[in-house]
């Protein structure tokens, strides 16, 4: 019984190593990055590929998610209360912003992209549901490990290190302390080049009934919409999704109507 477990957990880790930044992967990465036989690991990926778990490119001989991951996924969505309850407030944001409107949620160390409405505008930041970014980096993110616990918090900073992303990623452990205390006193958090070159976003959390942060909704778009022509109407916009989102979820910290979105 307990190995029979052992290749269950050991099945859960290989397709847990599928991310945006590793949608293929070889028998060989994966080998490599489980420390598991590679003849193990043929084996693992033939029963996935007949369960359509996973597709193999046979062009590169890599490995991606499947079908049967795809239909699992969509299903986990529709019954995630706050994917439900967000969806007509992430279209008004963006129908209102013009902007490219995401619902992120948290998963360990990674802000992954729930939902997302693309602006109608030709210059726009596009991306897809289940893109995965670092906690740490961009507005999405931030507003999500702000709310988190010091030993969260401290525990991310040392696992990745505060890796540069890109040219304004914050590398400095107490700098980044700091702009997260300055999230939670202002409710929402910004972002220029942090993980995407030239994309600039603004982000705030939404609550649930027991006055937990759950998610974040943003606008992402290019620095000369987001920072220079309309910002603080921009903020004032997702605080105001955010806010009426965690009013449906139950959450009682906002005064806001909503009135405010007739």
Do not use: W
């Amino acid at each position: 019984m307990a190995k029979s477990f052992g290749s269950l957990e050991k099945a859960i880790d290989i397709l847990s190593l599928f991310e945006s930044e590793h949608l293929e992967l070889s028998a060989q990465e994966i080998a490599d990055r489980l420390s598991i036989p590679l003849s193990t690991t043929y084996k693992y990926l033939q029963v996935f590929k007949n369960k359509q778990l996973l597709s193999k490119n046979d062009q590169t001989n890599q490995f991606f998610l499947g079908l049967t991951i795809l239909k699992l996924g969509l299903l986990a969505a529709k019954k995630t209360p706050v994917m439900e309850v967000a969806a007509p407030y992430l279209k008004l944001l963006a129908d209102r912003s013009l902007e490219t409107a995401i619902l992120v949620v948290g998963e360990g160390p990674h802000a992954i992209c729930a939902d997302i409405i693309e602006s109608p505008r030709a210059v726009k930041f596009m991306t897809a549901k289940g893109y995965t970014m670092p906690l740490y980096a961009g507005a999405p993110g931030k507003v999500l490990l702000a709310f988190k616990d010091n030993s969260f918090i401290d525990q991310l900073i040392a696992t990745t290190g505060l890796a540069r992303l890109n040219k304004n990623t914050i590398i400095d452990s107490e700098k980044l302390k700091r702009e997260l205390a300055d999230i939670r006193r202002l409710g929402y958090s910004e972002s220029d080049s942090e993980f995407e070159s030239d994309v600039c976003s603004v982000a705030a959390p939404i609550f649930d009934y027991k006055g937990q942060v759950i998610a974040s909704i943003s606008v992402a778009g290019p620095a000369e919409r987001i920072f220079r022509e309309n910002k603080e109407r921009l903020i004032d916009l997702v605080k105001e999704s955010a806010n009426m989102i965690s009013s449906e979820l139950g959450c009682r910290k906002t005064q806001e109507k909503k009135e405010a979105y007739s």
